[in-house]
């Protein structure tokens, strides 16, 4: 299980942290994920990072998104920075067993429900 929290609505220049705690699986063995998705486009990854500490971050957000895993809070983090209208959107926290730093949708197996961001100009 995957529980988000953090999504609010901010100016266009603003920061948000995004948290997501994970429960029932081992934190050692997942990579995990931050993905999004608009209204009416498909989810895309933004930031991922596997069970070695190795992450990946979208163009889109390189440079302002930054992922990070605190493992004995159980907590995956999404530090956004220098936010634009369009990175609003429903981000989601994902978590698989082993699948490195993929940034494809279909790799995960496990979601979160969601949390709502956005940004105004």
């Known amino acids: 299980r995957l529980v988000e929290s953090g999504g609010d609505s901010v100016q266009a220049g603003e920061s948000l942290k995004l948290s997501c705690t994970g429960f029932g699986f081992d934190f050692h063995l997942y990579a ?21 500490g190795n992450f990946r971050t979208s163009n889109s957000v390189k440079g302002r998104f930054t992922i990070s895993l605190d493992k004995d809070k159980r907590t995956l983090y999404l530090q956004m920075n220098s936010l634009k209208p369009e990175d609003t959107g429903i981000y989601y926290c994902t978590a698989d067993y082993g699948r490195g730093t ?4 279909d790799e995960y197996k496990y979601w979160g429900q969601g949390t709502q961001v956005t940004v105004s100009s």
């Open 32 to 52: 995990m994920g931050w993905f999004r998705q608009a209204p009416g486009k498909e989810r895309e990854g933004v930031a991922t990072i596997d069970n070695y």
């Open 102 to 105: 993929s940034l494809l949708a």
